[in-house]
């Protein structure tokens, strides 16, 4: 092997080590989103807690994270992508343990919310990390690794909720996340800082210093250093780039746009509330229930593999298209058949498999897609400001949907409810059409150039 192979080769390694270390944050997201669910009866026995008290344990963490969404943009620019992920870390061991050893009820909540701090770092930290670090012929793919990993996170969470079930430990079900925690911070150590951030903070020596280490060659380091130094001419940055240039303004609102449309697909229904769709279903016991629950969480992360191995090659919109369709046609028949009255074995498993299609659906792009996009688009100026509206908007979306679910079934009726979910899909594959640019193996710099001439955002890709 010449010297250039084995450079090129070292090159992709370390480029993929890294992405593998940050999308570690988004395994604690997914055993955080995942772990409650099952947790909480138990620790409502033990500390003889209210529904209402209940409702808070599980919404204080979406709080912390909309809040710890708002604030990481600032962090992230004036301690770096690495420190933000850094103090996440440090976050989730302290979160985990508090609430494991909380005496009542009040410190539990007060827990949640620290924990909904380091989950919101994560998941505006770690994808803008990710999109910063990674050859853009293969950034997709990295990115989606992210959710591939936070998926994992929620079926782990649901299968120890399930195995710790039988002897009630909640304390246990919640502590143990401060161990991939701790693994996370570690791991964290040995990351370089992102070379757009060391650019954008003027430490331009730094910068190519970690992408001759990311990129197989010298030159193509250089050439890269160019484009970002570029990107960095733009006088304003921020809030006052937001105010003064349209074009930014367009991309902040594509963000938060898309955050809106991953969240209203409907997805976090199925995640708070599978065991009682099952109920709908016709599944009465809590074992059919809880078992149906983990093989939500399963094809949820199955599914995601999709992504991982198409999205720098079919690309993003053919793929987002793809994804509100069959989320469509999944919320829409699964309605049909509670329309219609589940009376026989065969209505209710061709329900549930609807439910999984749904959830294919979803997990194949909307999920992970959305992410993505959401650090593409952004010119590097403005990032931290673009990525803090749209991650901060997915939050508050997040509680929106799940605090309306039940009221929904309640006042709108269920069938009703999922066919409003369908009809939003539908809503979705217009805007994705209209909208949505292709993103696939051009530079960040690519797409900003586009952007700031004023490009028609679906064509800012090309
Ligand atoms: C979404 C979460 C959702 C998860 C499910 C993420 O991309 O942002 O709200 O719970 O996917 O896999």
């Not at 160019?226 to 780039?241: D, F, H, T, Y």
């Not at 930014?248 to 229904?269: D, I, K």
């Not at 009682?276 to 016991?285: E, Q, T, V, Y």
């Not at 399963?298 to 989320?327: C, E, H, Q, Y």
Request: hydrophobic share 50%; net charge positive.
């Amino acid at each position: 092997m010449n010297e250039q192979s084995i450079r090129q080769r070292k090159a992709k390694y370390f480029t993929w080590f890294v992405g593998g270390i940050a999308a570690l944050s988004g395994l604690l997201f997914g055993l955080d989103i995942g772990v409650i669910a099952g947790a909480l009866p138990f620790l409502a026995h033990d500390l003889s807690i209210s529904n209402h008290q209940q409702e808070w344990v599980v919404s204080a963490m979406m709080f912390g994270a909309a809040i710890g969404a708002l604030t990481a943009g600032w962090m992230s620019y004036r301690l770096g992508r690495k420190k933000s992920i850094l103090t996440g870390a440090v976050l989730f061991v302290i979160g985990s343990l508090w609430s494991a050893f909380s005496p009542d009820v009040t410190s539990l909540v007060c827990a949640r919310v620290l924990l909904g701090l380091a989950v919101g770092f994560a998941s505006y930290t770690a994808p803008l990390y990710i999109a910063e670090i990674a050859p853009e012929r293969y950034r997709g793919s990295m990115i989606s690794m992210y959710q591939m990993m936070l998926t994992t996170g929620i079926v782990v969470a649901f299968l120890s909720d399930a195995a710790l079930s039988y002897s009630g430990n909640w304390r246990l079900m919640l502590g143990v996340i401060a161990l991939p925690a701790l693994v996370l911070f570690i791991g964290v150590l040995f990351l370089p800082n992102s070379p757009r951030w060391l650019a954008a903070t003027g430490r331009y020596h730094d910068a190519q210093k970690v992408l001759e280490r990311l990129r197989s060659s010298d030159s193509q380091a250089q050439q890269e250093l160019n484009e970002i130094r570029e990107s960095l001419q733009v006088k304003q940055s921020g809030w006052a780039l937001f105010r003064s240039n349209t074009n930014f303004r367009r991309s902040v609102g594509l963000g938060v746009l898309l955050q809106v449309m991953q969240q209203f697909t409907g997805m976090n229904v199925v995640m708070y509330y599978a065991p009682k769709i099952f109920a709908i279903a016709g599944f009465a016991s809590t074992s059919q229930q809880m078992w149906g629950t983990v093989i939500v969480g399963i094809t949820n992360m199955l599914a995601t593999l999709i992504a991982v191995g198409l999205v720098d090659r079919w690309g993003r919109k053919p793929m987002l298209f793809t994804s509100f369709l069959v989320m469509a046609v999944g919320m829409g028949a699964l309605g049909l058949f509670i329309h219609m009255g589940i009376h026989s074995l065969a209505v209710q498993y061709a329900s549930i498999i609807m439910l999984l299609l749904f959830i294919v659906g979803f997990a194949m792009a909307a999920g992970p897609v959305i992410w993505l996009l959401c650090s593409e688009v952004q010119p590097l100026k403005g990032r931290d400001f673009g990525i803090t509206l749209s991650t901060t908007t997915n939050w508050v979306a997040n509680m929106i949907v799940g605090a309306t679910f039940l009221t929904l079934l309640d006042s709108f009726g269920n069938a009703n409810t999922f066919w409003l979910y369908g009809a939003l899909n539908v809503l979705f594959i217009v805007i994705t059409v209209w909208l949505v640019p292709e993103t696939k193996n051009v530079s960040l710099e690519h797409i900003e150039r586009n952007l700031m001439q004023g490009k028609a955002l679906r064509h800012i890709g090309k």
